[in-house]
Every structure is written in structure tokens, then in C-alpha cells.
């Protein structure tokens, strides 16, 4: 399973995950719905929802962190797969937290142009979606916060000893 930072037995880091890219979405609709309309009550959506990704975000990241530090093992594909997801995910948060940044001040107004946070905010959910592409890599290939079956664990051995077994016979031919 590899996850370190569980409860009862389900890894953390997969349940936060959902929350910011909730809030990174909201966030490039609200500017989306701002640019189009120029509403204070979409930039105020855009900014609420920015502040609640980059918050849930580095939530996410703390047992994700623990997670590939501690519980992926050194030798697996899957701690280079975890290295990009993370670098992915810190440039997404990256991108948000500077239109944060840009826009926080303007919750009252003054109206302020949407195209900085919009460009961000699309550029930020382009790179969530590498990011959870990888994640999801980690899950399905690497079984990383997944409880295997005992029949699972066997076939899953069994199909390792293939691999390698192939691997030999293809270097010694």
C-alpha cells in the first residue's frame, strides 16, 4: 500500500486531493464568468475559491509528501512518477498562489482585468490535469494507497517474476 498517513487503514492523501482541484477549478470558472461579465461577485467567487485551493492544496500535500518520502520504496518506478506528480502539483500551486496574490486585494474592488487570473488560473488547471494524471498513475500502476487482496499480492508477485524472467532471457539472448 505504501501510504503512511492513513486513517483506519484508508490513505489521506487520496481523500484531500479532490479539494483543491475543486478549488482551482472554481477558481478559472469564476474568472471565466468575470471576464465575460465584468460582475464583482465573480471575481469575489474566483478569489474565495482560489484561497480555498491553495489552502486545501497544502493540506493535500502534507501525507502526500510523508507518503513518498517515507512509504514509497526507493527502488520503485514510483518515486520518480511521485517526484513529477509533486513538481507538478507545486507549480499549480505556484500559479494560483500568484493570482492570489494579484487579486486578494481587489475583493472590495476596484475592478481589476480578468486576463492575469484567467491566464493563470488555465495554465494552473492544464498542469493539475499532468499532475493528476500521475497521481492516478500511482494508484493504477504502482498501487500506491491500495490495499491489495491476498489473491491480488500473488498475482500481482507472479506477474513481477514474468517481467524479470523476461528481462533475463532477453538479456542473455
Do not use: C
Amino acid at each position: 500500500m505504501y501510504s503512511k498517513v492513513t486513517i483506519a487503514g484508508h490513505p489521506v492523501h487520496p481523500m484531500l486531493v479532490g479539494y483543491p482541484v475543486a478549488g482551482y477549478t472554481g477558481t478559472l470558472v469564476g474568472f471565466a464568468v468575470y471576464a465575460a461579465n465584468g460582475q464583482q461577485f465573480w471575481l469575489n467567487f474566483a478569489i474565495a475559491l482560489n484561497i480555498a485551493g491553495v489552502g486545501t492544496a497544502l493540506l493535500a500535500a502534507l501525507p502526500g509528501l510523508v507518503d513518498w518520502a517515507f512509504g514509497i520504496p526507493r527502488t520503485s518506478g514510483a518515486k520518480t512518477v511521485g517526484l513529477v506528480h509533486a513538481g507538478l502539483n507545486v507549480a499549480a500551486l505556484a500559479l494560483f498562489a500568484i493570482s492570489l496574490g494579484l487579486y486578494a486585494s481587489h475583493w472590495d474592488g476596484p475592478a481589476m482585468s480578468a486576463t492575469p487570473g484567467l491566464a493563470l488560473a488555465a495554465a494552473g488547471v492544464a498542469v493539475t490535469i499532468g499532475a493528476s494524471f500521475l497521481g492516478s498513475m500511482l494508484m493504477q500502476d504502482y498501487h500506491v494507497g491500495i490495499r491489495l487482496t491476498p489473491t491480488q499480492e500473488r498475482d500481482e508477485l507472479a506477474v513481477q517474476n514474468a517481467q524479470l524472467l523476461r528481462i533475463h532471457h532477453d538479456r542473455a539472448a
